[in-house]
């Protein structure tokens, strides 16, 4: 399986991108959100969400 951290679409069953590094993942994943009027999640190694972000319309419970 891929290594990494992974930037995946809600719907994707594949992921965008693989990184080594969360900082890499993050950045790309917020420039896609920006670019799409997205809403991104974050997520740590335990799968919990660690952070929300919104490019465009509002996402409700956004977390800044």
Wanted: positive net charge; without cysteine.
């Amino acid at each position: 399986g891929a290594t990494g951290w992974q930037v995946r679409g809600v719907k994707a069953s594949r992921a965008t991108g693989t990184f080594k590094t969360k900082a890499e993942a993050v950045a790309y994943a917020r420039e896609l959100g920006r670019a799409q009027n997205a809403h991104v999640i974050i997520h740590g190694v335990n799968g919990r969400v660690q952070r929300t972000d919104s490019f465009g319309n509002p996402f409700e419970g956004a977390r800044k």
